[in-house]
């Protein structure tokens, strides 16, 4: 074990990912905390495989992905949100919910893209103060939950948005008005 730890601490991106490989059903609270900080690590491939290893374990690691919410890195907290997601953790929703208001845009955009996963309905109205959020990336995350959960947005929202003159969120809007519910 220690040496799994310190390739995980200080090796080599590519031992890291090869370790990384090897470690998708660890139950150990100390093994899955490290693979939790490699969400944050500078590596992106390493931040994928530490994801991917959180994502294919099928032991029960709710507690540790939701004690990790509170990290005080926003990459961990935002990826930990998604990896809940992509478990179908739904008893974390209430938990995730507290991140739409993080300082971070990283961090409030993957809450945002968690809880429409969830298909977190009881939210609405977060998904819909998202749009008036800061940064485009949150806007758009909130605009994405909207049509998967086909939630109504006024006429005025939508001009709203449309200012941004932004491609993608043109192409959603389409998206929005072809498949929505009656009163887009």
């Not at 993080?102 to 809880?115: K, N």
Request: glycine share 4%.
């Amino acid at each position: 074990m220690e040496d799994i730890l310190k390739i995980l601490e200080s090796g080599k991106s590519i031992e890291k990912i090869k370790i990384l490989e090897t470690l998708e059903q660890t139950d150990n609270p100390i093994i899955l905390e490290k693979i939790i900080l490699k969400l944050d690590d500078d590596s992106i491939q390493v931040r994928g495989e530490a994801f991917s290893s959180l994502l294919l374990n099928k032991n029960n690691i709710l507690e540790i992905l939701i004690k990790n919410l509170n990290s005080t890195s926003e990459n961990i907290r935002g990826y930990t949100s998604l990896v809940l997601a992509n478990r179908n953790e739904t008893s974390s929703i209430p938990e995730i919910m507290k991140l739409v208001k993080d300082e971070y845009s990283i961090v409030r955009s993957c809450a945002l893209g968690a809880l429409g996963h969830l298909k977190a309905q009881e939210v609405e109205k977060i998904f819909l103060n998202s749009l008036s959020d800061s940064n485009i990336e949150v806007r758009k995350s909130g605009l994405q939950a909207i049509i998967e959960l086909n939630i109504s947005i006024s006429e005025e929202q939508i001009k709203q948005i449309l200012k941004e003159k932004d491609h993608e969120i043109k192409k959603m809007i389409s998206k929005l008005r072809k498949s929505g519910p009656e009163g887009i």
